[in-house]
């Protein structure tokens, strides 16, 4: 049985640059992948994501410039074109990551689905039935995680949030379960393709994490652009013949629908099913989430979890800090921890959602619960922001809340045109463990949406 310094399960966002270094530290590393190269990310994740919503942006610009001075005719979506042109974005990165592993001395790709025969010793199942059996010193797993199926709809022909990104034409009318990120993603991204979009939501606040006014605002901007979105849809079933049929209650009256496709986003679960991580003693919570420290060791030393399938974060950026933690950890001065993480996200729906610390509604749970908290808001809506106002986008609200006695920024809910950019300033201001000030004086360019965060910060009011 081959031993090896390290064996990485996955080849993720966390794996592949993890696995580089320890090669490039002139250790021994073996690296396993069930599936294609590059993980979540690369393949079914951000990178062909938002080359749809690329495309999809460029349609809804070509329809709608005429308040612009610009008008268009016979403006053509071909999804076909558009998989062609994402699937090529993917190859490339599979070939520069299958290059970086060629040459690198120390390092054996293992093409096969790993799992724990021991809390050292890894089974690697092959498609040709060749199994392989390794060791290694330190295991490092970064299996990231997948679409949650309920068994009501699993003998139905859905959608995932991988099979939708292999259609060649365009749905008719694209039924959507969920009204999370990745489900309001592909509404817009389709509606814009030219599709019928129907949203249904089980639960009577739409996107519930974040602040109303801002979850009202971006249902707003959904419905705009023609997409159907029920919330409270209740007893939701599906049966499917020619078409897509569902029914459902909502204030207590049935409603029925009828679609071409349906694309199940209900939320993901992480891949350790199939890893067998009792053989190892991993332990995991209720729903399946390896449980980590604060360097993304499990409860067995050596054995670390990384990315989606450790539950602390659902992210690319999130998994590749863990990363750079169990680097640190490993082959630094062990001062990184996860604790240090300030949580941010965008949601990337047009114009799109970011977020970095708490949000308006936490900060009054806060307050509430320590009467000696004062906590302050700068406020702007994107109305009021030049340079949203000539691109003639003028949808969405910007928010940033301060510790008053502090001078520090807790969070901040950005949504408007370039806020998946603009929150950079906000979140670095966060890191720096700096006052709100530092970015209030700051001179900004004109004309930018970022010029106008030193103008609200100079109109802090008290949040009530």
Do not use: W
């Not at 062909?48 to 329809?63: D, G, I, L, N, W």
């Not at 365009?170 to 389709?190: D, M, N, R, T, W």
């Not at 949580?343 to 047009?350: E, K, L």
């Not at 977020?355 to 900060?363: F, H, L, M, Y």
């Amino acid at each position: 049985m081959k031993t090896y310094d390290a064996i990485i399960i996955g080849t993720g966002q966390a794996g592949v640059p993890l696995a580089t270094k320890f090669a490039n530290e002139g250790k021994k590393v073996a690296i396993i992948e069930k599936n294609k190269i590059g993980g979540t990310c690369v393949n079914n994740g951000c990178t062909p994501t938002k080359t749809y919503v690329a495309s999809a942006r460029r349609a809804f610009v070509a329809k709608n410039s005429k308040d612009l001075g610009i008008e268009t005719k016979d403006v053509k979506v071909n999804l076909k074109k558009i998989k062609e042109r994402k699937d090529e974005i993917i190859a490339n990165t599979h070939i520069g990551i299958k290059k970086l592993f060629s040459g690198l001395e120390n390092l054996d790709f293992y093409q096969g689905e790993g799992s724990f025969l021991s809390e050292n010793s890894i089974e690697i199942k092959t498609e040709n039935g060749k199994n392989k059996k390794i060791e290694g010193k330190q295991i490092f797993i970064n299996v990231g995680g997948k679409t949650i199926i309920p068994k009501e709809y699993q003998k139905i022909d859905y959608l995932t949030n991988t099979s939708i990104l292999e259609l060649e034409e365009v749905p008719k009318h694209l039924i959507i379960l969920g009204a999370g990120y990745i489900g309001l993603e592909f509404s817009q991204v389709f509606a814009r393709f030219g599709s019928k979009v129907t949203v249904l939501q089980q639960n009577e606040r739409f996107l519930k994490k974040e602040d109303k006014d801002v979850a009202d605002e971006i249902k707003k901007v959904l419905e705009k652009e023609s997409i159907t979105i029920h919330t409270n849809a209740q007893n939701i079933k599906v049966v499917q013949k020619e078409k897509i049929n569902i029914s459902f209650e909502k204030d207590g009256k049935e409603q029925k629908i009828k679609g071409s496709h349906i694309l199940i986003s209900v939320g993901r679960k992480p891949n350790t099913k199939n890893l067998n991580l009792e053989k190892a003693g991993v332990k995991t919570d209720e729903r399946g989430y390896i449980k980590v420290n604060q360097h993304f060791q499990t409860n067995k030393k050596h054995i670390f979890a990384l990315g989606d399938c450790n539950g602390k974060g659902a992210f690319t950026h999130t998994a590749y800090n863990d990363f750079e933690i169990v680097r640190d950890f490993i082959f630094g001065k062990q001062k990184r921890k996860l604790a240090d993480r300030i949580q941010c996200y965008a949601m990337f729906i047009d114009p799109p959602l970011s977020r970095v610390g708490i949000n308006e509604e936490q900060a009054k749970q806060q307050m509430k619960e320590d009467k000696d908290l004062k906590i302050v808001q700068a406020f702007r809506p994107m109305k009021y922001v030049a340079r949203a106002k000539e691109k003639g986008e003028t949808d969405g609200m910007m928010k940033i809340l301060i510790n008053e006695k502090t001078q520090k920024i807790l969070g901040a809910t950005f949504l408007g045109i370039s806020a998946d950019e603009t929150i950079h300033g906000v979140i670095d201001i966060m890191y720096a463990n700096k006052s709100y000030k530092t970015i209030r004086d700051a001179v900004h360019i004109h004309p930018t949406v970022s010029e106008l965060i030193p103008t609200m910060l100079e109109n802090l009011k008290e949040l009530k």
